[in-house]
């Protein structure tokens, strides 16, 4: 393993208390993507997974604020010059994953942006090896139970 492989995310696993928590793991995270990462958010309704988004699009340079949950766009790009891009999905909506396949969710994987979709488990098996996978589990009193891995490349 490389240095740079292993200074990204692998195994990671975090109790937050609070969105603002949340979004500050997001953005501490950030940094560590490349170009061309898919990441996998799964987790209930009301999870955390957009608040996540808004950390990554600061820790990128980008703006938190044009981060939302789109009801009926099912991806949405933030750019900046001299930012890495990010590109949002939402596949909450998503009942058939040929649907975002229609809309080119897999040309984004070959674009120089970062991928991170929502209700990700629904699209395991369109992203490309070496996706990293986030899972957020509700707990009580606001906190959230986050765990980071990248997902089995093959041998
Ligand atoms: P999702 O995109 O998973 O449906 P959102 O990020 O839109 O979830 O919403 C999460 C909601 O939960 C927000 O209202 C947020 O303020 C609240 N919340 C409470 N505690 C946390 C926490 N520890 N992490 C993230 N969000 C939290
Ligand atoms: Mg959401």
């Given at each position: 393993?490389?240095?740079?492989?292993?200074?990204?995310?692998?195994?990671?696993?975090?109790?937050?208390?609070?969105?603002?928590?949340?979004?500050?793991?997001?953005?501490?995270?950030?940094?560590?993507?490349?170009?061309?990462?898919?990441?996998?958010?799964?987790?209930?309704?009301?999870?955390?997974?957009?608040?996540?988004?808004?950390g990554l699009?600061?820790?990128?340079?980008?703006?938190?604020?044009?981060?939302?949950?789109?009801?009926?766009?099912?991806?949405?790009?933030?750019?900046?010059?001299?930012?890495?891009?990010l590109y949002?999905?939402?596949?909450?909506?998503?009942?058939?994953?040929?649907?975002?396949?229609?809309?080119?969710?897999?040309?984004?994987?070959?674009?120089?942006?970062?991928?991170?979709?929502?209700?990700?488990?629904?699209?395991?098996?369109?992203?490309?090896?070496?996706?990293?996978?986030?899972?957020?589990?509700?707990?009580?009193?606001?906190?959230?139970?986050?765990?980071?891995?990248?997902?089995?490349?093959?041998?």
């Amino acid at each position: 393993m490389t240095t740079s492989e292993r200074s990204r995310p692998s195994e990671l696993e975090c109790i937050t208390r609070s969105a603002e928590e949340t979004r500050a793991l997001a953005r501490r995270l950030a940094p560590q993507l490349r170009p061309g990462d898919v990441v996998l958010l799964v987790g209930e309704l009301g999870a955390g997974k957009t608040t996540f988004v808004r950390g990554l699009a600061e820790g990128l340079g980008l703006d938190p604020g044009r981060v939302s949950s789109p009801t009926f766009v099912l991806i949405q790009e933030y750019e900046r010059e001299g930012a890495p891009s990010l590109y949002h999905v939402d596949a909450y909506r998503v009942r058939d994953p040929c649907e975002l396949l229609e809309v080119g969710l897999e040309e984004y994987f070959e674009r120089p942006g970062i991928t991170v979709i929502e209700w990700g488990d629904k699209v395991r098996e369109l992203v490309p090896p070496g996706a990293i996978e986030i899972r957020f589990e509700v707990l009580e009193d606001d906190r959230r139970r986050i765990r980071v891995r990248r997902l089995q490349r093959p041998t």
